[in-house]
């Protein structure tokens, strides 16, 4: 992430980049064979979109991390640790390619008066934009000792913060989970596979 400055309350483009993948996943695949960073499921080979016009969070962490496919192949991803969240207009969009030609699927939440909610959210991320607000921020600390209940592996590199808010959400992703999920107003649709959330 870029920041203009750092402060108690910072606000700010942020842009995610994925790092160098070869030198990530050397470093953290000697983490995930020791047990330091932990793989909680395997995901599938398809990476998806997530976008929300706004998500407001409680609880932020966020370190590197990897993600391991079915294939047994390493991603290198960066973990976003949100322990309470509601994201206004929620877009999850995925295109696979089939027999048949590319397919879509696009789910929708969140709209109108009554966001989504998310407790315990953890995304395993390869980008992000949007334009954030991060409320008593602290960059650089290790990420054994973020502020959350996952955390990462003693020694890396890792910033944490009271609150987050962040308009414009577009994230590329490999992995979300939640202990719950709440989506109003949820609209799941097939289609051509020729546009997805952004």
Known sequence: ??????????????????????????????????????????????????SASQLDGTGFSQYAGVAQDTEGNHHAVAIANIKSATLNDLCQSVITDTPLGKVGLLITAGGGK???????????????????????????????????????????????????????LEQTAWSTQASVFTLSGMSLKLTDGSKGCF
């Open 114 to 168: 009554t966001p989504a909610t998310a407790s315990d959210l953890q995304i395993g991320m390869t980008g992000l934009e949007g334009d954030a607000e991060f409320k008593n921020i602290r960059i650089g600390v290790d990420a054994s000792t973020v502020n959350t209940k996952a955390k990462g592996s003693a020694g890396d590199f890792a910033q944490d913060a009271d609150t987050v808010t962040i308009k414009n």
């Open 1 to 50: 992430m870029s920041f203009r400055s750092f402060a108690r309350s910072h606000h700010g483009r942020v842009i995610l980049t994925a790092v160098p993948v070869a030198a990530a996943v050397t470093l953290l695949t000697a983490g995930v064979a020791q047990g330091a960073v932990p793989v909680s499921f395997a995901v599938s080979g398809t990476q998806f979109q997530i």
